[in-house]
């Protein structure tokens, strides 16, 4: 085994401790908040039918899932990054001979598996409020785990763009934030007028979300073979954009 395959490993196992071991407010507490959305919105809007024979609350529950292994996904990564750079434990992934694809795929990787721990603690405990069917259970995989390689990428490259916390936070609030609660959480986008359904169509968060929602109810808003392809599309750009900026060094070695 070379030496670049035991820091892979060792980079990844201490991601994972990193969100494990604080569990309580890692994994605990977003589903504790997908629990109450369920509550407030499944209560206010729960007679509705959303698709024929899907109720609002079955509807949405898909939709709160994918919210959760999105915006994890996200924090898993970039407050990692954030961290290591403010306290200058940066200095000890950066000076190993890892390769940039090791280090990206580390993060990544650990951002994809707490987003799908959430996920999975956010189903199990939704589940019992509404009934729910696997009409194609390989696109509810597929979308999950190339939703939550997305936003962990994109965690990445906020990591390493943010400087502050509180830069971060923008990043998540005035960006992560609305594209998710936007992209048909809470809502078929074609309840919406014509100039916000058009709007809905430029945001990929949409996509990933409708695609995976497509899973349970063999029913979505456009096809899922189209969502795939742009979800792809989407994923392929940002690794890109990480990779690049990873081997450049971008506020990482000053």
Known sequence: MSFASVG???????????????????????????????????????????????????????????????????????SSLIQSKITGNLVFILLPPLSHWEIISAYVLASVVRGLAVGAGVFVITAWFAH??????????????????????LGVIAGMWADKFDQLAAFQNFLIMPATFLAGVFYSIHSLPPFWLTVSHFNPFFYMIDGFRHGFFG????????????????????????????KRGYKLRH
Do not use: C
């Not at 509550?39 to 609002?56: A, C, D, K, Q, T």
């Not at 729910?132 to 990428?153: E, H, N």
């Not at 029913?219 to 990873?246: E, G, H, K």
């Open 132 to 153: 729910l069917s696997f009409a194609q259970p390989l696109w509810i995989l597929a979308f999950a785990l190339l939703g939550a390689a997305i936003l962990g990428t």
């Open 8 to 78: 892979f490993r060792t980079l990844f196992y201490k991601e994972m401790l990193r969100f494990w071991k604080v569990a309580t407010q890692t994994v605990a507490a977003p589903i504790l908040t997908a629990m109450l959305y369920l509550l407030i919105f499944g209560h206010v809007l729960g007679g509705r039918e959303v698709y024929p024979g899907v109720s609002y609350t079955a509807f949405l529950i898909p939709g709160l899932v994918m919210m959760s292994v999105l915006q994890n996904a996200f924090a898993n990564s970039s």
């Open 219 to 246: 029913q979505s808003d456009i096809s899922p073979w189209t969502s795939l392809a742009i979800v792809a599309a989407f994923f392929v750009v940002l690794a890109a954009i990480a990779i690049n900026l990873l």
